[in-house]
């Protein structure tokens, strides 16, 4: 039964999970493109949001490319560039740790203005609490691996899940195989991600696939009403 649930979580759900939030990123911008942003309630303490708005989206930005990376580059190309998986595993745990404390931290005074301003609280819907909380809970789930990995800096872990992932893109029906014998707090970590993912297209967090290339070459005022028409009216 345990091998089951396992086979499933991590070797169908993923495929789900990414369906969902293909199919419904897509859906979601066809159907409500005017639903397709974050919300903002930046007038409302302005400076705590800003100071948490801040550490939250570089830590998880940091995080999830280096995630990416991290996981989908092929171990051929590590192995070229000498780089070793004890090496590879000692920068993830560095650069990860830092990323992921700034990254609570600014989810934590997110969470505390969100919940605790009543004017906040009353502005924010009940996907926006959600996913903000699964979040904070999923970088503590990933600080908690810390420990762990550091007592595999061999780097024998990391390739287990690098091998899964990439085994899941390429689907390969063995990939869940690959990380059977791994820690509890990793597969949890593993699976609140997926979930993550699952909820991706439903929630606030659509606007990180909306690049503001537009907002380059934007003048720095917007214009509210012609002069002729100030004019008229002063």
């Given amino acids: 039964m345990a091998d089951l649930v396992h086979t499933l979580v991590f070797g169908i759900y993923p495929y789900i999970a990414l369906a969902v939030l293909a199919v419904g990123s897509v859906i979601r911008y066809d159907r409500e493109p005017y639903s397709w942003r974050a919300g903002s309630s930046q007038l409302l303490r302005r400076k705590q949001l800003m100071i948490g708005s801040v550490l939250f989206h570089v830590g998880v930005l940091v995080i999830f490319f280096g995630h990416l990376g991290g996981l989908l580059t092929p171990i051929w190309v590590f192995d070229a560039l000498g780089i070793s998986h004890g090496a590879k595993q000692l920068l993830a745990i560095i650069a990860g740790g830092i990323a992921g404390v700034m990254a609570i931290i600014g989810a934590t005074l997110l969470i505390h203005r969100r919940f605790f301003d009543p ?106 009403r012609s002069r002729k028409l100030a004019a008229r009216r002063g």
């Fill in 119 to 224: 004017r906040v609280r009353a502005a924010s819907t009940f996907s926006d609490n959600m996913i903000i909380v699964l979040l904070w809970v999923q970088l503590a789930l990933g600080l908690a691996t810390i420990p762990l990995s550091a007592a595999h800096l061999d780097g024998g872990e990391m390739v287990k899940f690098m091998t899964w992932a990439q085994g899941i893109f390429t689907f390969r029906g063995d990939a869940a195989g690959h990380i059977t014998d791994v820690h509890w707090i990793f597969k949890l970590h593993l699976a609140l991600g997926l979930t993550i993912l699952l909820l991706f297209p439903f929630t606030r967090l659509v606007h990180m696939l909306s690049a503001p290339v537009r907002y380059i070459w934007r003048p720095g005022y917007q214009v509210v």
